[in-house]
């Protein structure tokens, strides 16, 4: 056993083997990373520890009476009940879908029907689907990816759902029967939808939420501040769409798609940043 | 009555014979099966310490830690009849509390996200809040270890997520590779190598305790 491998499994916390005592009684270094290594095992079970409180028991006590008497939420995901739900829920698709044939037009391909299903998104870097079963264990890239590029959906705003430009612009026109007006004709490739200005396709789509534009910065990982004349950038997330699409410290944000960025919330989102930059002023292009 | 032989059938507890003390987890689990709550109370009073204590590190959050761990065991009561011998009743109850934990964890995350407050503090591998446990005056030669206690604790806590359960499910709960990797759903390998990395991690936050410390033992 060389001193490389008796390092690397010192560092991961596993417990020497008889091999690995023996190297140790022969190399100083590695006897020293020994020590430390379980210096900080030890340091680590020094880690604060609280006490319950006295009506611990009898609070949970009381939580699982509640849970009994009120309906549980628990009570509801039992199998017995699903079956009739699951038979409601694939009743209503049929008759979706049968509507859908009658004004003539194309039924959803399942694809996308699942994707609706998937209520927040996860873009490939963030590691994987955010939401899981209460009882169902996260799979490990959930584990892995701490859904930090995902966000919960806002009202009317649904989120994107992985699928291209093409597919959602199918949707669109499939479902309101008429052109809409996306993103000024711009290609609208890979603008994330709350961003876009576009609402996810419905008959009657509810007017779009008002934004403050710090809060659609941050969206984009941009931290600014309202001045005079625009949104001066305090920070940019790194890695983030604001990031990549070339926002810097200092930059003063002044309008989004041509429209002026001031205190007072706007409608929808957009593309284009206008943006100064010392005595230039650039047009940066969101592209997630 | 079909109802009243159920009712008759609910009361029908079956005591164990001997002490509840005495029972393994799957017995008192059998028993809580058959209506014995006495048999669900020793399951609560053998693990909420631990398990509190758990979740309380992976939140630094006391008060969510008690609702989360009394939200497990009420998981476990309602769930009983699903539940299956499988695996030790640690390794479920574990699991359950850990996607408690995960869960609590994102919607802090996503909160914070949308928090025109606290969003631009935001950074994944920043540090959760922490609550120190105990507030209470100590007497002044506790006053260093306190501080390095909780120090300690906060390193832990800020640990970015995918490296916080295996760290203190082997460093501080000692449970083994091959349970933690039950627990958390993952391979023994992708479990080792977390623990591994998170470890690193912790080696370079507690640096100053751990070069004292590597001196005492020498």
């Not at chain 1, 210096?39 to 009506?55: I, N, R, T, W």
């Not at chain 1, 038979?87 to 194309?106: D, H, K, N, R, W």
């Not at chain 1, 966000?151 to 949707?171: F, I, L, V």
């Not at chain 1, 625009?230 to 989004?256: H, P, Y």
Request: charge should be negative; charged fraction near 30%; glycine fraction near 8%.
């Amino acid at each position: 056993m060389n001193c490389i491998e008796t390092r690397e499994i010192l560092k991961s916390g596993e417990r020497p083997s008889e091999r690995i005592l023996e190297h140790l009684r022969e190399c100083g270094e590695c006897a020293r990373v020994a020590d430390r290594e379980k210096g900080l095992s030890e340091l680590l079970k020094m880690a604060p520890a609280v006490e319950l409180p006295s009506d611990f028991d009898r609070s949970l006590m009381n939580k699982i009476e509640n849970r009994r008497r009120g309906g549980s939420s628990v009570s509801f995901l039992r199998p017995g009940f699903l079956v009739p739900v699951s038979a409601a829920a694939v009743l209503l698709a049929v008759l979706a879908i049968t509507f859908a044939l009658f004004q003539g037009q194309t039924p959803p391909e399942t694809a996308d029907t699942a994707d609706e299903s998937i209520p927040v998104n996860s873009s490939a870097d963030d590691g994987g689907p955010s939401t899981s079963g209460s009882e169902t264990f996260p799979s490990s890239d959930e584990l892995a990816g701490p859904v930090v590029n995902a966000s919960p959906e806002r009202a009317g705003t649904p989120r994107p759902n992985g699928e291209s430009a093409d597919q959602r612009k199918d949707d669109e026109e499939r479902f309101e029967g008429r052109s809409r007006d996306l993103a000024a004709g711009t290609p609208e490739s890979i603008i994330p939808p709350f961003f876009d200005g576009t609402p996810k396709a419905v008959p009657d789509p509810a007017p779009a939420r008002r934004f403050s534009p710090g809060e659609l910065l941050a969206e984009i990982g941009i931290e600014a501040r309202f001045e005079q004349g625009g949104w001066k950038v305090l920070s940019v997330r790194q890695e983030s769409i604001g990031a990549r699409a070339g926002v810097r410290n200092g930059d003063l944000i002044t309008s989004l798609d041509g429209r002026a960025l001031t205190d007072a919330p706007i409608e929808g989102g957009g593309k284009n940043l206008l943006v100064v930059r010392g005595s230039r002023e650039l047009t940066l292009t969101i592209t997630p | 009555m079909a109802l009243d032989r159920f009712e008759l059938e609910q009361r029908e507890v079956r005591k164990p014979a001997v002490s509840y003390s005495d029972l393994s987890d799957h017995d008192l689990i059998d028993a809580t099966r058959d209506g014995d709550e006495a048999a669900f109370a020793e399951i609560v009073s053998r693990y909420k310490g631990q398990l509190t204590n758990y979740i309380y590190r992976m939140l630094g959050d006391y008060e969510e830690s008690i609702d989360l761990a009394q939200e497990s065991f009420v998981r476990v009561y309602f769930a009983i009849d699903r539940y299956h011998s499988k695996y030790a009743f640690s390794t479920y109850i574990y699991r359950i509390a850990t996607n408690l934990a995960i869960s609590e964890l994102r919607k802090r995350k996503r909160r914070k996200l949308y928090s025109l407050t606290g969003l631009f503090s935001y950074d994944d591998e920043s540090e959760e809040q922490y609550q120190p446990p105990d507030a209470r005056p100590h007497p002044e030669e506790e006053v260093v270890s306190r501080e390095m206690r909780e120090t300690i604790g906060k390193a832990i806590v800020s640990l970015p997520d995918r490296y916080k359960a295996p760290i203190i499910l082997r460093e501080i709960e000692e449970k083994s590779y091959e349970e933690i990797a039950e627990i958390l759903g993952l391979g023994l390998g992708t479990t080792k190598s977390r623990i591994s990395r998170g470890r690193g991690i912790l080696r370079q936050r507690l640096e100053r305790y751990l070069e004292s410390s590597t001196d005492e033992l020498h």
